[in-house]
């Protein structure tokens, strides 16, 4: 069982910047794939960014240029700087962990989630 404690959420004015963490319990961080997910209000929860063990990043078209995801695994943390935020940024987000086990079956783990408000 992998345990993700998200932080650094809070209340930011539009075209500000926030750093999330997450720091996660497993043994072998440096084998999971990372993820950040957000959900706002009303909303289904969206993919943000996500980091392969192996260092690959891929972003959400709405965030690409302004959000990078990078992780520390000596720290067993993984982290996502956002930069030039926006009212729509406003969401709760999640940490996500995945680790692919045999045949290829996937497991998820999910942080608790941090809230992100941009507003004036």
């Known amino acids: 069982q992998v345990q993700l404690v998200e932080s650094g959420g809070g209340l930011v004015q539009p075209g500000g910047s926030l750093r999330l963490s997450c720091a996660a319990s497993?043994?072998?961080?440096?084998?999971?794939?990372m993820a950040w997910h957000r959900q706002a209000p009303g909303k289904q929860r969206e993919l943000v960014a996500t980091m392969t063990s192996g260092g690959s990043t891929n972003y959400a078209d709405s965030v690409k240029g302004r959000f990078t995801i990078s992780r520390d695994n000596a720290k067993k943390t993984v982290y996502l700087q956002m930069n030039s935020l926006k009212p729509e940024d406003t969401a709760v987000y999640y940490c996500?962990?995945?680790?692919?086990?045999?045949?290829?079956?996937?497991?998820?783990?999910w942080g608790q989630g941090t809230q992100v408000t941009v507003s004036s």
């Open positions: 497993a043994s072998i961080f440096s084998m999971y794939g």
């Open positions: 996500n962990a995945r680790w692919v086990g045999a045949f290829k079956k996937e497991y998820d783990y």
